[in-house]
């Protein structure tokens, strides 16, 4: 949640590990924020990697230039739009930190996969008449379908093969498909092998295989 002068918020997802960060566009805004529909919040689309800076931390762009800087400064006041919990700083346990510990590696034989051979459209070994599939985009998004419910969010890649990737609202058509859009965002490694796309998930088990469509 970006809470803003607006006396609300605007909703949307990020990712962050190593010194690679990536955030969705909004897809949901409370209060005065979203009187006019969901706004843009373009200067956060522009971050792609963060440092320390003393107790905060600067949003850096593709050029290395500080777009915004982080600070804890307690919590924002609540709004009768929202669940008072919303405006509640969090609790940061070990737990907590334990979700963002970095992944386990690829299983062996699988290798890494870069920026570009991850771009282009990829969909499930088994053909379905419905088209799941999933399309990384040059420009950082991605998009896609499990044959009846759209998918998209922003993506990026770190070392590792590590792959940050945000998701929106999606609807809950059952029809005949598969989840590429919940493969990619349960993913936390990428990988090639052979000509196929590696998925892999937190533990390190294989998620899914795509290939080229």
């Given amino acids: 949640m970006l809470w803003g002068d607006c006396g609300g918020y605007v909703e949307g997802g990020w990712e962050a590990a190593g010194r690679a960060f990536v955030a969705s566009d909004p897809y949901g805004a409370a209060a005065a924020c979203g009187a006019a ?19 905060g931390w600067r949003l850096l762009d593709t050029d290395g230039d500080v777009v ?15 669940a008072e919990h919303f405006a509640q700083a969090p609790d940061v346990t070990d737990d907590v930190r334990a979700a963002f510990d970095p992944p386990a590696p690829l299983p062996d034989g699988i290798e890494p996969a870069a920026v570009r051979d991850v771009v282009g459209r990829w969909e499930p070994d088994a053909r379905h008449s419905t088209d799941p599939h999933v399309v990384f985009h040059e420009d950082g998004t991605w998009s896609g379908s499990d044959g009846c419910n759209g998918g998209a969010g922003a993506w990026a890649l770190d070392d590792g093969g590590r792959l940050l990737a945000t998701s929106g609202l999606q609807t809950l058509i059952a029809c005949d498909g598969e989840g590429v859009p919940g493969y990619v965002g349960s993913a936390a490694r990428v990988g090639l092998d052979g000509g196929r796309l590696v998925l892999v998930g937190q533990d390190g088990t294989e998620i899914a295989r795509l290939v080229r469509g």
């Fill in 37 to 55: 529909g969901i706004p843009e919040v373009p200067w956060l689309r522009a971050v792609v990697a963060y440092e320390p800076d003393g107790e």
């Fill in 68 to 82: 915004a800087g982080l600070q804890v400064d307690g919590a924002p006041a609540p709004i009768p739009d929202a």
